[in-house]
């Protein structure tokens, strides 16, 4: 019978990856946390009609990268592709948003059927922040000084850069948008083939192009600087003001765009040389009218989103995960004899709680003395304590660094927590 393998860009995190994904996620944790921000969990799965209204229908989210099915009742369910409509729609619902200030982050899966790449999978990670009721550019700003700490936790500093950009109102964005079909009208022949699509449903994207060709055409094409709204513009001088005077420094794109619809004024990513094409390791925005547009009362909005697996692959890239970042154990318990496999058991109880934090695996399975041992050299501990009959009865534990070249010794149980953080502490 053949194998069941997992599907094609969703990808299994395995025992010896894990730690790194902890390590990230409770350093972001810390510092959201450092900043006031509380984390929410919405369900993975929600109504289609809400990715539909919010990202927009003529986007290539909706159009081609969505999982959606019918379920049992004939509903249609969308597997979630982004996490600011999902949360939008739980604060609304659960009424945490009128007359109110918001600073909330989750962190989960994602789905989008792509075609998968180095970093970018059908199932992906996201950390998502979104901040509702504040209207001024202080709360973009502290968004960007708060992720430039995050940089800085990570050791990603010199790696990283912060692009921004307005995008003005949704009226100054329509004046725009008509501007820049009718230029790259008399180009479409020319333009790369996803550009010509993007032609007839969301020309903005077109900014964003990879193509050199269809970047030689935009060199001569109106830009949105032209046709923004003094409130926008007053908006984005008060956010460089702001950056400034935090000493966070960036660089003003004035072809960055989203590409969900909802997205307004600000915008911004933080981007990287050191991963290729895929650069892009933080972006986010104002999107002032998407709780109305789901139903709610006018409620302002800004948020961003950081895909982990980009993030960690970066880190690796860089050689930045941290020695200490690993999932081995500190001390390795073997057990010699009937009567000393429950003395392990407690004698791991008695050091997990005299040296709070420590890692301590009770060997377990029986084997000979050597065999346990190869067990304990693979654990990864730096210690292992050997028990058996003679130990128990002398009421001492045989302590064996295997990290370094000091003897073995017998320490009395007496003794034994003040020996082992001395030879952990090294």
Same mark, same amino acid.
């Given at each position: 019978?053949?194998?069941?393998? !997992?599907?094609?860009?969703?990808?299994?995190?395995?025992? &010896?990856?894990?730690?790194? %994904?902890?390590?990230?996620?409770?350093?972001?944790?810390?510092?959201?946390?450092?900043?006031?921000?509380?984390?929410?969990r919405m369900p993975v799965v929600e109504q289609t009609d809400l990715f539909k209204r919010s990202i927009g229908e003529v986007t290539?989210?909706?159009?081609?990268?969505?999982?959606?099915? &019918?379920?049992?009742?004939?509903?249609?369910?969308?597997?979630?592709?982004?996490?600011?409509?999902?949360?939008?729609?739980? !604060?609304e619902e659960h009424g945490l948003l009128f007359n109110q200030t918001r600073r909330l982050w989750y962190m989960?899966?994602? #789905?989008?059927? &792509?075609?998968?790449?180095?970093?970018?999978?059908?199932?992906?990670?996201?950390?998502?922040v979104e901040c509702f009721g504040m209207e001024g550019p202080d709360i973009d700003a502290e968004l960007l000084i708060l992720t430039a700490r995050? %940089?800085?936790?990570?050791?990603?500093v010199e790696h990283t850069r912060l692009e921004i950009n307005t995008i003005g109102t949704s009226e100054s964005r329509k004046r725009y948008r008509d501007a820049l079909v009718t230029y790259l009208? $008399? #180009?479409?022949?020319?333009?790369?083939?996803?550009?010509?699509?993007?032609?007839?449903?969301?020309?903005?994207?077109i900014l964003d192009s990879k193509s050199p060709e269809t970047q030689a055409i935009l060199e001569g094409a109106p830009t949105l600087d032209d046709y923004l709204d003094d409130e926008s513009r007053a908006h984005f001088s008060k956010l460089r003001a702001l950056l400034d005077a935090a000493g966070v420094t960036y660089t003003v794109n004035s072809r960055l765009v989203r590409g969900l619809d909802y997205y307004g004024k600000t915008? #911004? &990513? %933080?981007?990287?040389?050191?991963?290729?094409?895929?650069?892009?390791?933080?972006?986010?925005?104002?999107?002032?009218?998407?709780?109305?547009q789901l139903g709610g009362k006018p409620t302002v909005a800004v948020g961003f989103a950081m895909g982990l697996e980009r993030l960690i692959l970066l880190l690796e890239?860089?050689?930045?995960?941290?020695?200490?970042?690993?999932? $081995?154990? $500190?001390?390795?318990?073997?057990?010699?004899?009937d009567k000393a496999v429950a003395a392990a058991q407690a004698l791991g109880e008695r050091v997990r709680t005299g040296i709070p934090g420590s890692v301590v695996v009770t060997h377990c399975g029986g084997g000979s003395f050597k065999s346990q041992m190869k067990r304990a050299d693979r654990s990864? !501990?730096?210690?292992?304590?050997?028990?058996g009959d003679n130990e128990i009865e002398a009421g001492t534990v045989g302590v064996k660094p295997l990290r370094a070249d000091d003897p073995q010794q017998d320490v009395a149980q007496s003794n034994l927590l003040e020996v082992l953080k001395e030879l952990l502490d090294r």
């Open positions: 019978m053949a194998k069941i393998q !997992a599907i094609r860009g969703m990808n299994d995190i395995l025992p &010896e990856q894990t730690p790194v %994904w902890q390590f990230v996620e409770s350093t972001v944790r810390q510092v959201l946390r450092s900043y006031g921000y509380q984390e929410i290539d989210i909706v159009e081609k990268e969505m999982y959606t099915f &019918e379920d049992r009742n004939g509903d249609s369910l969308t597997l979630r592709p982004e996490g600011t409509a999902g949360c939008v729609r739980a !604060a989960g899966p994602m #789905f989008r059927h &792509e075609r998968p790449q180095k970093g970018r999978y059908r199932q992906f990670h996201q950390i998502g995050l %940089w800085q936790a990570l050791g990603l009208s $008399d #180009f479409r022949e020319k333009l790369d083939s996803d550009s010509q699509r993007r032609l007839e449903t969301n020309p903005l994207r915008v #911004f &990513e %933080w981007v990287t040389e050191s991963l290729g094409a895929q650069g892009t390791v933080c972006a986010g925005g104002r999107y002032d009218g998407l709780v109305e890239t860089l050689g930045l995960v941290p020695d200490s970042v690993n999932g $081995d154990a $500190d001390v390795y318990v073997t057990a010699m004899g990864g !501990a730096s210690v292992a304590l050997l028990l």
